[in-house]
């Protein structure tokens, strides 16, 4: 096994070692639309930043890292971002990596890392199931022993990516008699084997960017759970916490993109911006959105001054109200014209679009209503409610 | 006006009622929604057959003779069962004629409504205001004959129909024409409805000729519009109590945490707030029929006020039972986002929310 | 002891005895401001009703009454009515002689009824504690036999008439070691006594309508318990169900009185008829009002057709809201003048005193909150939460 | 502009905080609402001592010379502290002074209210619009001097003054005048104001000497305007947040059915709303007070918008803490009306939310 460190450099060597790479070695990547893959000119491009040690420089030698500081390791993403190359800060961004590095046996980090962090393996999450949404500790997929592996059975829900996606993040039940957070283990599951069928969910948007995966039997070797057997529960909390830290503000535009109209200006275009009843509601609308960027901006400025901020976790919520928000304005804009759709009514498809969409926002990733709980409990100190399932054995807690 | 009795009406009611649960399932709606014609004929003859189709036109006609009372029962069945069906056009077409005060014209045509044919009206144009401003058709008389021009949209099951109302300017006023769809000049386009169990067409008057019935102006328009909002109204009161019901039913039997989730305030709360906002709705559109039964001085009071309550009641209620649901209401295979369609659409097809509160206050004399 | 019911009459027999009585006894009343006691006028005048069985029609005969239906007990109401002539009826309206009627002993019924419905007597409620406010099960008066007396120690709030009152309804513990709805009895609890000490309580308008009540060793005698030892959960539900009935909508209006302005008198006053974003405003606090006018309408029309009505209930979380809401309206509308009160300024002093005056809604009698539960859970079926103190020995529940 | 650095701010705003902690409680406020000057005299001497009467004046004439973030910091304290004292008005007095340009009037005047002056300002009438048109006063020249008619109200401790700036209409424009408060022709009138810890004053002025500050117009009343709107935010987020502390403080202990009533998502849910409320709010008047200190071109729009979130968090936040403490709040006894009325008086002191937020769009240029 190598040094954990390479020999310490100065912030100016750094920069110029770094500058002096991307120089050589960046000479940009064609444009493509596929947003589930990395595609093969940017995954050559990654094993190269990987074997250059940029990816994860704060990881340390013997995983593909420098063990740096994070304040280089911000230089180096800085200089990447200078001149718009992927492929640093991946010990901050790539969710699946973070995860298999911190919890992964070493067998399952030599076998996946480098291909994780090269874009050659594609991932998805394996959470949710119909009967375990907001209660994500109420899973019911169960994973079994069977020599060193484990067989899986049972079905998952939102998953985006399942299609390409070659391991997933899989949380099942592993014991059954014990208190439903303790029976949880936390597993990469190989996707492209006979018991995983992955089928396309159509969504209110009549959009499927979102699969079901139905699991039958489906192996995984024991080498691929991570953090110990049931011992899942912490494993995914931890996930979910680099998810949320990494994800920010996720939430999608109109369907047919490229359409930079401000609110102002679809008030215009209705000609509606000279009534005074639209302009107190677009004022509103305007300001929601702002200020929340300015409570970003200000998370942001505290988290460097190093006092904590609580505006961080408001976000989602705030996000929440915006995208409701604007789709009932957009939709009042239009008056009549909101009864249409499709491709001959770009504005109507595009308010009536938000309005199901903003749901993808105030349901998804934990409802506006778990959110709430989340805020008033680890935010603000507020006793929890009794909960009657944590202490009973999973086997005779309510399902439905 | 209308000779049912309570026990009259009730019946009507149930009778609907078991129809739809009978033959508009949720199968059922879905198959309409995706086919051309955008309803199932045979659930429009067993309306018809009902009597539903001439629930408002005079037994002389071959109707039921009904009012806006019976009108308004109905509608609260056929929201809470997201019918998909030309009746709401049919009706509006039917209280246009009848309001026209031309004899000849109800006696020709009434009949033909009461025994199923589908007609609808055309007025508004892009704008779709049901206003006088709103109005996009020009009438010219050439002697004896009229023609038509201009492009009216949103028009109900336009493609559909068997016979168009239009609304036109003449002269210093308005006129109300009967219009054959294979009329020539006249072109007919079907326009893409979020609401998916909605038909709605633009329809094309390049010079067609048309029938001016009786000498009527807005109005029977007017007339005619204070119905359709009583029937408008009973739809969205009716959409909002079932999908609320649904919810509630959900709620009570999802689990989650080891609880039914209704039994969490957030979701309890949530559910009373939306009962309610749905019981005010019902009480409105139930206020506003009777009030436009009796004649009451302050009909259009009630009137204004009922659209605007139900449409933003039934708007919440079907916005926030997604939300309730959570994920399962984010699929294309639930049905609660059937019922926001439908009460997104109802939100404009008659004018929105704001343009009623105007004309409400200004029903009262503010 | 005398028959429980007079000769069965006819209808207009009944309707001209009624009639006869009227013609030769009532002379109308003076006015009177005092709202918390009967006047001597209307005491004599409502003797003459209870002597003459006018008073309560469906109570029999041994109790003032005359065993009359229902039906035929509102042809009287109908008469009184007719010529404003108060005292009959009082076996719908008068909520303490109803609750002892039903629930007292014979003694006390035959000591107090007839006061009562004379308005001899005057009484008010001992409800409310510091620490039992949303929650009444929590009370922590306590009534400890002595003799054949109880003594009672404890401080009770947001009692009204409590200045007034010969008797207060009290609900006290009388037993500490069993669940908490189960060692709870109800008393008549004399006031004019030295144990019972009553101060006014400021409220948040500054005025002062309710009041503490102190009592400290104040005595009971036992034949006024009503309902029996530690029964008195099931009368307080009784005649907290009689009190919802009776108030109906008791919202006040502006403290000066006699203003009878419309939210359209107002705006137009303010100048702000014309501005259309006060239009907008004004049409939904309008219809608001209208809205639960139409709802209570309806729901007395089911009432009539025998079918229940689930309207009824939501009442007063309405009422909360439109209170609330002409209040925020009117402050609108004031602009700074709002920043004002006092006699100079009779409309900023009405939205401000109406802007707290809400809270008297919204937190008396049940909270929103509390409604929002019995809402979802009496009238839409929904699961109760878990109540982790129901069940538990009331000397163990925690407090604060 | 401001020599101040971030440590410098931050002590200077935990001096007031611990100020305040000691010698505005509750008990405090109490006494001095019901007082007749409505402030307390020894908090205000400390307060001065400790510079904050100066904080916005330049050094050169004894001040602070802090910008529009320090007045920000400070003012979140004040708001929070529900301090009863004129340093509003002496804020906005030094502002008006320092923006007409005047050399001379700045030497002979700013030192004085460095030094604890009380000062305030004079301009709107009876409609209470902080704009051109709510002008309330007019100003004639006789020869050299000048002359001063009309009624200005909601002047801020009108009463207790010992200066005042008053703004009126000259010929093709305004003008800036100081003002004695024993001016021949001048009466004072104490308004009942339902904040029992603001003092409101009218003022009649006929014929009234005063002296004009420099040639400074409308310009001079909009930098103040936006000063003071950045420092009426400040105190309204710092009100929203301490009001809700205090609220989710009493939910973590008062029981009801045997649980804390935090634990009920009634209240917990309630609670998370209000903390993005009184967060953004504190975002805005932070975001504002920077662009106006940096000179930023979108300063107008920051102000604004800042003016119109923050008064309405308060003014929500005040009013759900209500709700949420339950009866012991609806007690003249408990302080969660007084941060009602306080929430109640900024909503419009300079401006109501709605004039707000028409004049963030005009900023945005829609």
């Known amino acids: 096994m190598t040094a954990r460190f390479l020999k310490p450099v100065s912030d100016d060597e750094l920069r110029a070692e770094v500058r002096a790479f991307l120089k050589e070695h960046w000479k940009g990547l064609p444009h493509r639309s596929d947003q589930w893959t990395v595609g093969p000119e940017q995954r050559a491009w990654q094993a190269k930043v990987v074997d250059a040690r940029w990816a994860v420089n704060r990881w340390p030698v013997e995983w593909y890292g420098r063990g740096l500081a994070d304040r280089q390791a911000k230089i180096v993403e800085a200089e990447f971002a200078a001149v718009r190359a992927p492929g640093a800060g991946q010990d901050r961004t790539h969710l699946y990596a973070i995860t298999a590095f911190n919890f992964g046996t070493e067998t399952m980090k030599a076998a996946l890392l480098r291909s994780m962090l090269t874009g050659d393996i594609n991932m998805c999450l394996l959470y949710s199931e119909p009967g375990a949404g907001s209660d994500l500790a109420g899973v019911r997929t169960k994973a079994e022993p069977d020599g060193g592996d484990y067989v899986v059975t049972g079905q998952k829900v939102w998953t985006s990516g399942a299609m390409t996606a070659d391991y997933g993040m899989l949380i099942a039940r592993t014991d059954w008699d014990v208190p439903k957070h303790n029976g949880i283990s936390f597993f990469f599951l190989p996707m492209k084997q006979p018991g995983v069928e992955v089928r396309p969910l159509r969504q209110v948007t009549d959009e499927a960017h979102f699969n079901e995966v139905f699991i039958d039997g489906a192996r995984v070797a024991g080498d691929f759970m991570l953090g110990g057997l049931n011992n899942g529960w912490r494993v995914l909390q931890t996930a979910l916490a680099y998810e949320r830290s990494v994800m920010g503000d996720a939430a999608r535009g109109p369907r047919r993109g490229g359409d930079r109209a401000t609110m102002v200006d679809l008030a215009r275009e209705a000609g509606r911006l000279g009534d005074p009843v639209t302009r107190q509601h677009l004022a509103q609308v305007i300001a929601w959105r702002r200020l929340n960027a300015l409570n970003n901006a200000r998370a942001k400025a505290d988290l460097k001054l190093g006092t904590s901020s609580s505006v961080m976790s408001l976000g989602k919520l705030a996000m929440s109200r915006i995208l409701h928000e604007e789709a009932r304005f957009r939709t009042m804009l239009l008056g009549a014209q909101s009864l249409l759709e499709g491709e001959a009514n770009p504005r109507a498809d595009d308010a009536n679009f938000l309005s199901l969409n903003a749901y993808f926002t105030s349901i998804g990733g934990g409802t506006d209503q778990i959110q709430r709980n989340i805020i008033g409990e680890r935010v603000l100190g507020l006793p929890k409610e009794p909960e009657i399932d944590r202490t009973v054995p999973f086997r005779d807690v309510r399902a439905g | ?366």
Not at chain 2, 200 to 228: C, I, N, S, Y
Not at chain 2, 313 to 325: R, V
């Open chain 2, 1 to 366: 006006m209308s000779s049912f009795t309570a026990e009259d009406r009730a019946a009507m009611a149930d009778s609907v009622r078991r129809l739809l649960a009978d033959l508009c399932t949720e199968a059922d709606i879905r198959r309409a929604m995706e086919s051309e014609a955008g309803y199932d004929a045979a659930l429009w003859t067993a309306l018809v057959e009902l009597g539903v189709a001439g629930l408002v036109i005079d037994p002389a006609h071959d109707g039921l003779g009904g009012g806006p009372v019976e009108l308004e029962a109905i509608m609260e069945e056929v929201g809470a069962a997201l019918l998909p069906a030309p009746l709401f056009a049919v009706t509006m077409a039917a209280a246009l004629i009848a309001a026209c005060g031309d004899a000849a014209a109800s006696d020709r045509l009434l009949p033909g409504l009461a025994r199923g044919r589908i007609a609808t009206v055309a007025l508004t144009g892009e704008a779709g205001t049901w206003t006088p401003e709103g109005v996009a058709l020009a009438a010219h008389a050439h002697g004896e004959r009229w023609f038509l021009d201009g492009t009216a949209s949103y028009v109900l099951h336009g493609a559909a129909a068997d016979l168009v109302l239009a609304v036109a300017r003449i002269e210093g006023g308005f006129a109300i024409f009967e219009v054959a769809p294979d009329a020539p000049g006249l072109a007919v386009e079907r326009l893409q409805s979020f609401d998916r169990t909605l038909r709605l067409a633009k329809m094309d008057f390049r010079h067609v000729p048309a029938t001016r019935l009786g000498q009527a102006g807005w109005e029977a328009v007017e007339a005619m519009l204070r119905l359709a909002l009583v029937a408008l109204a009973g739809e969205q009161a009716g959409g909002a109590r079932r999908v609320l019901e649904m919810t509630v039913q959900y709620a009570k039997t999802r689990i989650q945490f080891g609880r039914a989730i209704g039994s969490f305030q957030a979701i309890k709360h949530m559910a009373a707030d939306l009962l309610l906002e749905s019981e005010s709705a019902t009480s409105a559109a139930r206020a506003a029929a009777e009030a436009l039964a009796s004649g009451a001085p302050d009909a259009a009071e009630a009137v204004h006020l009922a659209a605007f309550a139900c449409a933003d009641a039934y708007a919440k209620t079907a916005a926030d039972a997604i939300q309730m649901h959570g994920g399962i209401a984010f699929t294309w295979a639930h049905p609660a986002h059937l019922y926001l369609r439908r009460a997104r659409a109802d939100l404009h097809l008659l004018g929105a929310p704001a343009y009623h509160r105007e004309r409400f206050l200004q029903a009262m004399g503010a």
